[in-house]
């Protein structure tokens, strides 16, 4: 008895397995080596098939990126944005995204490296597709919680409300991303200790940060 024939526009389940796969291996070469460095023919040989397999579920190069940015990029960007409401306290809101952005990255430890060489870095190939996928009504309703507080005379009237996000990014991803590139090089100083970072130390150290900044409890710093 013969099996009966695939049913055309599902892909078996080998198939998905292999296009996972794919996406897995092209996503990890863009973070260890950059995406203009990495080729279709290297994707492929990291993976063990022939070019013409991944040619069978990305038509070509750009296909693929885009693939990555909308199946594993863009769940970091949900899981960080979508519990954000507006309706949070702003010390919760701001705690919540340094929170979700460590245990996420626990999940993806490819993201900072990704993030920095790809998205930050002058020319990386991810920050204009990343700019579109940005969720513009999240971040406007976080930056207007922000606004708000201060204007209640709840937080610090010099903060900037749409430049919080981009000290968390900064706090969070560029230490992740240099405990992962230092790891090889135990002889530069800091390296020991961003290699072997605690998460939840650099949580606290943070929050800590953008809760209270520099200044000891109770006193003020000048402008000077």
Known sequence: M????PVRGRPLASDQDSREKLLDTATLLFSSQGIA???VAAVARQAGVTAAMVHYYFKNRDQLI??????RVSLFIRSIWEPISGDQPPEQMIMGLVDRMISTTEKMPWMPALWVREVLSDGGQLRERMVRRVPLAKLMLFADSIARSQQAGQLNPQLQPDLIFVSVIGLTMLPLAMARTLKDRPSL?????LALMDKALLARHIKALLLHGLAM???TLSDD
């Open 189 to 193: 100083p800091i390296a020991h200790k």
């Open 217 to 219: 409890p109770g006193a």
């Open 2 to 5: 013969t099996s009966p024939a």
């Open 66 to 71: 885009e693939a990555v940015v909308d199946e």
């Open 37 to 39: 460095a990495t080729t």
